[in-house]
């Protein structure tokens, strides 16, 4: 298991490293931050000495060597738009992007497992096949989309929820919520569905797909011929047997969900990371677009190697598939 965990860290580094590249590369050959950063009365001397001190005269692995080892610490530098540490900017709205992807996963999680279970139980039902075909539409649309869609209904013509914004926000030390105010709580509401359709049908088709395999097992046949009642053999024994996938799934889906609420945050104007990325892109804020990405792909690395070695230390078939493949490498 060591032997794995090692591997399994190594490539996650090897991933990072690589990314890192990919950022600094972004960041050292689009535009000029010394021209970003001074004013237009700056003289040829001024320019050349931040262009100095900010070491952009060094070779191309001092500064990505550099940038390594200023990003395993933290440190991305200055916004060029903002003139704010950037990492200060991302804690600022991290608290939003992440409490918008925590409530979607779990509404996607309340809504998709029991929609998924009904499709599988009562499968030849109207029922079941209007939620199919509700599911068919709900991968289709885009969440751009359903956003508009969900602003025009909710907040043009009933007026029920605002259509932008995170409302009243209550701080707890450095973390900022607005869960625990009813102005947060509805501001939540339309973004967070918004970018939790797409994954409740992808739980739903999973549950269901799970479900139909699982309802046709031997041990479900004889606790019915036992004579346990229906609804917990389906929603009790066979229901838990059907959730590994569905865990993995969403952990993998969280990474999605925070890198791509930037579609989401931008219809809601909601203040979270994707938000700022979006505002980086458009005055091309060059070390704010590569700690986003720097940090998105840290988020992606964690989860897969969290879920591999999880995987490996349920199923131990795993690590001595590896460290077969690993013998015969070597």
């Not at 068919?136 to 969900?150: A, E, N, W, Y």
């Not at 505002?279 to 590569?290: G, L, W, Y």
């Not at 989860?303 to 077969?324: E, F, H, I, Q, S």
Request: aromatic share 10%; proline share 4%; glycine share 8%.
């Amino acid at each position: 298991m060591l032997a794995f965990l090692i591997k399994r860290t190594a490539n996650a580094a090897f991933v990072m490293l690589a990314v890192a590249l990919l950022a600094f590369t972004i960041f050292r050959f689009f535009g000029d931050p010394v021209e970003m950063m001074v004013n237009e009365q700056a003289t040829q001397a001024d320019r050349a000495e931040l262009r100095e001190r900010l070491g952009l005269n060094d070779g191309f692995i001092t500064q990505y060597t550099r940038f390594v080892t200023n990003a395993v610490q933290g440190d991305f530098g200055i916004s060029y738009r903002n003139q704010q540490d950037v990492m200060v900017l991302i804690g600022e709205r991290f608290p939003a992007t992440f409490e918008l992807v925590l409530v979607a996963t779990v509404i996607s999680l309340v809504v998709g497992i029991p929609l998924g279970v009904i499709t599988a139980v009562h499968r030849n039902s109207p029922l079941a096949n209007a939620l199919q075909l509700g599911s068919i539409v709900g991968v289709s649309l885009p969440s751009f989309v359903v956003g508009i869609m969900l602003i025009l209904a909710f907040s043009v013509s009933l007026g029920w929820l605002p259509a932008f914004g995170r409302g009243e926000t209550v701080d707890i030390g450095w973390w900022s919520t607005g869960v625990l105010t009813p102005s947060g709580r509805a501001a939540l509401v339309l973004p967070a569905i918004s970018l939790s359709t797409f994954q409740i049908t992808l739980v739903m088709r999973l549950v269901r797909a799970e479900m139909l395999e699982t309802l046709r097992t031997d041990y479900v046949k004889f606790a019915r011929a036992r004579g346990v009642p229906v609804g917990r053999v389906n929603w009790v024994h066979a229901l838990r047997n059907c959730l590994m996938p569905v865990i993995t799934l969403t952990g993998m889906q969280i990474g999605n969900l925070i890198a791509f609420a930037l579609v989401t945050e931008t219809v809601f104007q909601w203040p979270g990371m994707g938000l700022l990325f979006i505002q980086a892109v458009t005055f091309v804020d060059i070390p704010v677009m590569a700690a986003y990405l720097m940090l998105v792909s840290f988020i992606f690395v964690v989860l897969n190697t969290v879920v591999d070695v999880t995987y490996a230390w349920v199923d131990p078939r795993l690590r001595d598939d590896a460290a077969k493949a690993g013998g015969a490498n070597g």
